[in-house]
C-alpha cells in the first residue's frame, strides 16, 4: 500500500509569538510594594506606565457602623439562646457582617467561634429591638481575626524555638487552614499557617502552625533563602 505523505503547504503553520513580545505594551496597574522586595527582580521595567486620570468618587459609610456593631454583639451575648450554647465554651466573637433578609433589610450578623467544640454560632440580630432574630450553628472556617492572629502570634513568641532562630515574630501573617485527615487529632481544629517576613522580602524566612482549639504550637521551621548554604 503506497504511504500517504501530508501537504507540507496544506498544514497550518506552527504557532509563534508575535513580533517585540517582551516590548509589548502591559499597563503597570500595580501593586505598589512599599518596601520593594529585595529577593526577586523588580519587574517594573517590562511594563509600560499606565495612563492615569483622576476620577470622582464617593465614599459609603458601612451599613453597620461602629456603635451598632457594638450593640448587636451585646445583643448576642445577653440572649439565653446563644449563652446557652456557648455556657461552659471557650469562645470568642470573630466579626459582625450582615445577613440580607430582603433586598431592602439588612440584620447585623454576629459571628462567634466555638474553640470547645469546633463550632461556628451565627446570630442574626434585630437592630430595632435589639434582640436575637435567628440563632444558626454550623461547622466552617472563617477568615482569620486579627486577634485570633494576635494571639498565634503570643503562642509563638511564648514557645521560643523561632525567637532563638533570630525570627521577629512580630513579622508575622496568618491565613486559616484546615487539616482534612478526618483521623487527625486536629481534624475541623481551628488552625493558623503564620508566615513571618522581614517585609521586604518576597519569600517568607519563617513558619509556624498553631492550634488554637488547643491553644498550642503544633509546628514551627525555617524557609531556606535563595544563595544560602
Given at each position: 500500500m503506497a504511504e500517504i505523505v501530508p501537504d507540507a503547504e496544506a498544514r497550518p503553520p506552527d504557532p509563534l509569538p508575535p513580533p517585540g513580545l517582551f516590548s509589548a505594551d502591559i499597563p503597570n496597574l500595580g501593586p505598589v510594594i512599599d518596601p520593594p522586595f529585595v529577593d526577586v527582580p523588580d519587574f517594573r521595567q517590562y511594563l509600560t506606565p499606565a495612563d492615569t486620570r483622576p476620577v470622582d468618587y464617593e465614599s459609603l459609610e458601612p451599613?453597620?457602623?461602629?456603635?451598632?456593631?457594638?450593640?448587636?454583639?451585646?445583643?448576642?451575648?445577653?440572649?439565653?439562646?446563644?449563652t446557652g450554647k456557648l455556657d461552659g465554651k471557650r469562645y470568642e466573637v470573630l466579626e459582625v457582617g450582615t445577613q440580607a433578609l430582603d433586598r431592602q433589610t439588612d440584620y447585623p450578623l454576629v459571628i462567634i467561634y466555638n474553640y470547645t467544640d469546633n463550632v461556628v454560632v451565627e446570630a442574626t440580630i434585630d437592630p430595632v429591638r435589639r434582640a436575637v432574630h435567628e440563632v444558626r450553628e454550623a461547622r466552617y472556617q472563617p477568615p482569620l481575626a486579627a486577634s485570633e492572629q494576635s494571639q498565634a502570634l503570643e503562642l509563638v513568641r511564648d514557645d521560643g524555638r523561632l525567637s532563638e532562630a533570630g525570627i521577629d515574630v512580630a513579622t508575622g501573617v496568618g491565613l486559616i487552614v484546615e487539616d482534612v485527615n478526618f483521623r487527625s487529632r486536629r481534624y475541623e481544629h481551628r488552625l493558623v499557617d503564620l508566615r513571618f517576613g522581614p517585609a521586604n522580602r518576597y519569600l517568607p524566612t519563617a513558619?509556624?502552625?498553631?492550634?488554637?482549639?488547643?491553644?498550642?504550637?503544633?509546628?514551627?521551621?525555617?524557609?531556606?533563602?535563595?544563595?544560602?548554604?
Open positions: 451599613r453597620t457602623g461602629d456603635e451598632g456593631r457594638r450593640q448587636a454583639v451585646d445583643a448576642a451575648l445577653s440572649s439565653d439562646r446563644i513558619f509556624a502552625i498553631v492550634d488554637l482549639s488547643d491553644r498550642e504550637v503544633v509546628r514551627t521551621g525555617l524557609v531556606a533563602q535563595e544563595g544560602s548554604s
